[in-house]
């Protein structure tokens, strides 16, 4: 993704956090809000990649943050290198498209600490566009009310991935 359209899509979502009504923050968050943190982008992060296929019925069960069970297939899985080391991911698919829940060696230091997630583009035959500038927290970090999936053990890796959303940070925080 070209930095011009990633840098829109990031005012765009900062304006949706602060002023529509399904945001999720508080309306007294949103009164104090300014803008979400992002690490700069990393053009080597915006990756096509050719997973490796599972089985079709190839199903896990994926706890939330409220306890509930979701179940995902998965799709494939891909490797590729971060500053120098190789590493795995898995692609789930959901109804809605393909989805790419990940924790990595940032985690509870620069984002949070349940996982990001990237939703991720099919190009065909097992292709995939997975853009980790785009990796976003799931509203769990915002708001209690959210029920989010939990990222499986599969998708926890040993390196940091600097690219996407970082941990919240601001007054708009503690604002109730």
């Known amino acids: 993704m070209a930095i011009n ?3 829109a899509m990031r005012r765009e979502k900062d304006a949706f956090f602060k002023t529509h009504p399904q945001s999720p923050l508080s309306p ?4 104090v809000f300014t803008a979400l943190e992002y690490y700069d982008f990393d053009p080597t ?21 409220t306890a509930e069970l979701r179940r995902y297939r998965r799709a494939g899985r891909f490797a590729f290198a971060v500053h120098g080391k190789t590493v795995q991911l ?3 698919e959901t109804p809605h498209g393909y989805f790419l829940p990940f924790v990595d060696a940032s985690a509870n230091r620069e984002t949070y600490g349940g996982g990001r997630y990237i939703d991720v583009e099919s190009q065909g035959e097992n292709t995939f566009q997975v853009d980790f500038n785009t990796a976003y927290n799931p ?19 040993d390196v ?8 919240p940070t601001g007054a708009w925080l503690k604002a109730t």
């Open 139 to 157: 509203y769990c970090v915002y708001s209690d009310a959210y029920s989010c999936p939990i990222t499986p053990f599969e998708n926890r890796i």
């Open 28 to 31: 007294a968050q949103q009164d």
């Open 160 to 167: 940091a991935i600097r690219a996407g959303e970082k941990l």
């Open 5 to 7: 359209r990633l840098s």
């Open 90 to 92: 898995t692609i789930f």
């Open 45 to 65: 992060l915006d990756l096509t990649v050719t997973a490796e296929s599972f089985a079709h019925d190839d199903f896990i069960t994926i706890e939330t943050t």
